[in-house]
């Protein structure tokens, strides 16, 4: 199987990894980490999420981060997490040119997060999409809990080839299919990509996947054989807590530049660079669980 | 691709794993844990190293530990590493039937660790196994940094190559390719078994891959499409710390049962036994680094 030449990363550290941790990161370090991760080249870092900060306190300053990001170059795009119409306007007066807008594919999953079954979720999905494009974003979709869920287990395949459809019918800038449990596996990765990957036509698929058993490394070779070639990566593996059962942290971005590096393929990214980042973060949030390899390889 | 129905693994936990471990662990609580890995359905368990007590103050109970293994049924294996005349002696008088006898592929390696060079290695090797032959006893061979070294960086195919083919002439029960430093890859891993394999014949080709760098798991998947189907592992992923630079984890035992689990791959043992023998002895050295995954969400 041949493997692709480039691979395009997106930071996601600051929101799925931070949005975990108890203690208030300070604006002006998020946005220093954020600087130093553009500064490693990457070009897409997803920077904060428009949630009630009574739910998630660590994000309950993303508009001061918006308004604090970094003069860069046309090809870096920031973007937010949105969940309602309310994140979605939040985002479009933070003055962000991109949201991502995510829903679950478990029903209990979906009840327990967002208060609504799946049929309700994907119009709910696609009310967002049309307000944000309304209001000049443009919208990264993503389906959560694709290879698994703690509460409802493995989806049947149809449920998630129905769902890709559909998100893809709305006009989105691209799709990203989360393992946010870490319960896919280099097979399972396979055979839903073989599925799904055909109805995704032009737009691009992201995988977001979490290393909560240690596959997430071995699930993005998986998928690069299968062409994909965007990934979501944060950075030292920030994420969970791997001390709580069933939390889970996100691939690490330096351990997966590491991998395309080795492998011959090209992110653009310093992997140096961004492991420097990772450890300056570590070590202002020490009681956090960050489980990347290669940051604490730096000097 | 094809993967194997089968996957036999050797645990190497309470040797590769141990001996990086200050603190000493009585050899009680080390024959504990071997009656729990044998429990699980275990059948292969490197018990022990005769190395020199100065050197490695972990392993200064090797007889001990020989003398108090269980009993078990004859598919049980119980075996000791070896590096030199003395400890085939040693493990011999153990009364242990089979050993493992390992040197270096990387000359800077050898000459550090062992003080002679690779081609003394290697008559040291055969010297090594007709010894243990003559007492009776059978013999692993091992390579070591296979796949890298921090020393010499990446070997040329070619002396792998001539080395495995060597060794093979020696008349061993099982070649050991060890990944000794994590910088073996998914394509390296397939490029060197596609070279290596077939002149191995008869042989079984056991990966001993370490997780320095996260691909631990990816290698697995990687040697399984090539026809590997016998890995080291060591519970919990003891071995090595990865806050010191260069250090090494193996991969853990229980995080390769769980990927064998999901992808339908028999191994015969049984996760969670494993899991709880990886968390109580985790709990025994606290200090210690234990990176798996699995072992921690055991309650």
């Known amino acids: 199987m041949s493997l692709p030449e480039t691979v395009i990363l997106t930071e996601v550290g600051l929101r799925d990894g931070l949005q975990s941790v108890a203690e208030l990161v300070p604006s002006e370090a998020k946005l220093d980490a954020i600087q130093k991760l553009v500064d490693a080249g990457l070009k897409q870092v997803q920077v904060t999420s428009f949630v009630h900060p009574k739910w998630v306190p660590q994000m309950a300053d993303a508009e001061e981060v918006c308004a604090g990001l970094p003069e860069t170059t046309e090809d870096v795009v920031f973007s937010g997490l949105v969940l309602n119409a309310k994140g979605v306007e939040r985002a479009s007066a933070a003055g962000l040119k991109r949201v991502d807008a995510s829903i679950s594919t478990s029903d209990t999953h979906s009840r327990k997060n967002a208060n609504m079954g799946l049929d309700e979720a994907l119009k709910h999905l696609k009310k967002m999409v049309a307000l944000a494009n309304d209001a000049g974003m443009e919208v990264r979709a993503g389906l959560q809990s ?149 940051y604490k390889m730096e000097n």
């Open 146 to 294: 694709v290879w698994g869920c703690v509460y409802d287990g493995y989806p049947p395949d149809e449920r998630i080839v129905d769902m890709v459809s559909k998100v893809i019918d709305m006009g989105v800038i691209a799709l990203s299919l989360a393992d946010s449990t870490g319960m896919a596996n280099p097979n399972s990765i396979k055979q839903l990509l073989e599925k799904t990957l055909p109805l995704c036509q032009d737009t691009p698929v992201v995988l977001h996947l979490h290393d909560t058993r240690g596959l997430g490394i071995a699930n993005v070779v998986a998928a690069m054989e299968m062409g994909v070639n965007q990934f979501d990566t944060a950075l030292g593996g920030l994420g969970g807590c791997p001390f709580i059962k069933g939390a889970t942290g996100n691939i690490a971005t330096e351990d997966t530049i590491n991998l395309m590096n080795e492998m011959g393929i090209d992110t653009g990214v310093d992997l140096s660079k961004v492991a420097q980042t990772s450890k300056a973060l570590q070590e202002s949030v020490p009681e956090s669980c960050f489980t990347g390899k290669l």
